[in-house]
């Protein structure tokens, strides 16, 4: 697959217009358009056409990366900031958040009540484009408000479990998708509830 097929297909996945792509880009939409049609090879506005479509820039380039990459540069030049690992009890309110011993390493701009989360099943994990597979630590910020193609936390009151999905926007409606294409988009209902957007991801070295 052609980094244009690439770019066309992710666009699509998004539900985005190329007009809209383009605008958040940065570029003309005559330059994405060359781009989906072959002609542009190797786009000026890689990382950001990447950042938009919420892919690997190596992947989007070659077609080889598959895996979410943590954002080093962050960490290298700020100072961290420690955050509690959270679990499903604890954002249920049956565990006190503040007895809490697991506690790691983000951004200095994080919000006060952000928290890591650990990733399960693999329902969010892909053979390309962006992946986050099981096990993976997400960093959740409560305070930042969710738009489309947001990876956002979700509670579900019915069954007290935690859900980790992409929100997908679409005709008034939102969505739940899985990154994984063997899962099913369900619809946002009232038994859910966004408690944060995904930030940064990690794989944990134990």
Known sequence: ????????????????????????VGITQQSLQKIEDGRTQNPRKLLSLAKQLHCDPEWLLSGHVDEIREKQTQYQQTTAQMRPLLNQDTLFGKQDPTTEKS?????????????????????????????????YLILVEPETQPTHGDLVLVKLHTSQDI????????????????????????????DMEIIGVATEAKRPLR
Do not use: H
């Open 1 to 24: 697959m052609s980094i244009s097929k690439r770019v066309k297909e992710k666009r699509m996945e998004l539900a985005l217009t190329q007009v809209e792509l383009a605008k958040r």
């Open 163 to 190: 859900t980790f999905k992409q929100l997908v926007m679409d005709a008034g409606n939102r969505y739940l998708k899985p990154l994984n294409a063997s899962y099913l988009p369900v619809q946002l209902g009232a």
């Open 103 to 135: 506690m790691l390493e983000a951004p200095s701009n994080v919000s006060p009540n952000a928290f890591w989360f650990k990733v399960t099943g693999d329902s969010m994990s892909s053979l390309s484009g962006l992946s986050i597979p099981e096990n």
